[in-house]
């Protein structure tokens, strides 16, 4: 195990590296795909059980679709196959025989979808629908970096029909909020809602809406997306229902997706030098327990003990292991804890035992006077308890503290956009709307990354005229 690059002079290193040093991740034979492994498996789980509490709760049902479509699909809405064609992989040979028509590997299910919609909405008794889909999706990217672009990912992808286009939009808003809450209460992760502008819209949405993050480097994570679709998949697969007056009508159409970039963001918001940082709540191993001995009878008498407290706070919910490895000595299983980003440590030495108590290391505490504390074996529940949501809230107001320091209001491009090229960071700035102003972002290596609901910035960034909305400009990963 070799020392971590410096996290603050090389963050892209560093995380290519940490990734593979806590077991999140190991590289693949298959360009641009990497293997997770258990560690990194059990944090997406965790995203995934806390989101999936939320889906339900939006009404929506989970299903399961084929990974391959027809290809034809896709060219029935032409603004998606224009959007995705680039990114498409395309089986053309089945069972050693040509395919008459090719299948696609799904980059989203909206065809698929859109074609059983056709089937089950009939009439207006069968609005809203809303099924979810937990799935791999397949975009051929060139360029890739473990969670945040590769070329299979993990997502869940809801899609929903509605009766009327002001319930779609409730809809989008109601995935969006939830995509939000999860980074922010679950993640620790400060999110921006925002809109995207026409140039980053969804192939063939009427509207996109996202939270963004900033990471610790200054450059934008789109973190999730949630798209009005309206008129545009249900009119091209056909979906049409009898409303109550008897008349034929489209159906108004959403669809939202969170992926396992949210496993990126969580270790790049909150990693330290010392490796990774878990917000308790999303954490595989919430709590280690350690023993610290030096003869094989206090080895087997800790044991004892500190399995009775891995019962106690076990009962109690916490996601604790004890680490009774006879091979690797304390100092190996801090370091190894540490780099994993457990959030608690828990030891006991024979003194401790004496005096029936034990001492909890805080991960995220820097100050090291604060870092440990003796607590009574009677006590230990409820201060890690304690502890543990202490912890979480730390993290997401040290995670807004960060995002604020490199949140800039600006006025023109011309000024900023030097320190946007150099720094990176978020800067908040008017837009006129016209597609132009916009591209002009670009000379700085920028994007807008979404226009905000507050409107503080008179003029627009690039010309003379007024300006329409604030948008956020930023690098992007
Ligand atoms: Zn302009």
């Not at 819209?201 to 798209?227: I, N, W």
């Amino acid at each position: 195990m070799s020392k971590l690059p410096d996290i603050r002079t090389n963050f892209a290193e560093w995380y290519q590296e940490v990734l593979v040093q806590a077991e999140v991740i190991d590289a693949s034979p298959t360009r641009g795909c990497f293997v997770i492994r258990p560690y990194g498996y059990a944090l997406w789980e965790n995203i995934q059980k806390e989101l999936d509490k939320r889906i339900k709760e939006l009404g929506a049902q989970n299903a399961y679709f084929p990974l391959l479509i027809p290809k034809s699909f896709l060219e029935r809405e032409a603004k998606h196959v224009e959007g995705f064609s680039p990114e498409l992989a395309v089986v053309t040979i089945g069972g050693g025989k040509q395919l008459e028509e090719p299948l696609v590997v799904r980059p989203t299910s909206e065809t698929i979808i859109y074609s059983m919609f056709a089937r089950w909405i009939t009439s207006w008794r069968d609005l809203p629908l809303a099924v979810n889909q937990w799935a791999n999706v397949v975009r051929w990217e060139m360029r890739t970096r473990p969670f945040v672009r590769s070329l299979e990912f993990l997502w869940q992808e809801g899609h929903t029909a509605h009766r009327t286009r002001e319930e779609a939009v409730e809809m989008v808003m109601r995935a969006l909020n939830v995509y939000k809450e999860v980074y922010e209460n679950i993640l620790a992760v400060p999110a921006i809602p925002g809109i995207k502008t026409e140039s980053e819209r969804f192939a063939g949405a009427d509207s996109t809406y996202c939270v963004e993050g900033l990471m610790p480097d200054g450059k934008a994570l789109q973190m999730a997306t949630s798209h009005l679709l309206a008129h545009s998949f249900p009119e091209s697969f056909d979906v049409r229902y009898q409303d109550a007056d008897g008349s034929m009508r489209v159906p108004y159409c959403t669809s939202w997706g969170m992926t396992t970039r949210s496993v990126g963001a969580v270790i790049m918001t909150h990693g330290d030098e010392q490796g990774l940082v878990m917000p308790p709540l999303a954490a595989p191993v919430q709590v280690v327990l350690i023993p610290i001995y030096k003869t094989a009878e206090e080895r087997s008498t800790l044991c004892e003990k500190l399995e009775q407290v891995r019962r106690e706070l076990s009962d109690a919910g916490i996601r604790v292991m004890l680490d009774a490895n006879e091979a690797t000595t304390p100092g190996a299983k801090f370091f190894h804890w540490e780099l994993r980003g457990v959030p608690v440590r828990v030891e006991m030495g024979p003194k401790d035992l004496a005096s029936d108590q034990v001492v909890v290391v805080n991960r995220i505490e820097r100050d090291k006077a604060q870092k440990k504390t003796m607590v009574a074996h009677g006590q230990a529940k409820a201060f890690v308890l304690n502890l543990l949501s202490t912890i979480q809230s730390n993290l997401l107001s040290n995670a807004r503290t960060r995002m604020q320091s490199q949140w800039y209001q600006a006025e023109k491009l011309a000024e900023f956009g030097p320190q946007l090229d150099q720094n990176n960071g978020l800067y908040q700035t008017g837009w006129c709307g016209k597609a132009e102003c916009e591209a002009s972002v670009k000379t700085y290596k920028g994007t807008v990354r979404c226009i905000l609901q507050e409107h503080n910035h008179k003029t627009c960034l690039h010309c003379s005229s007024a300006s329409k909305s604030d948008i956020l400009v930023a690098k992007a990963y």
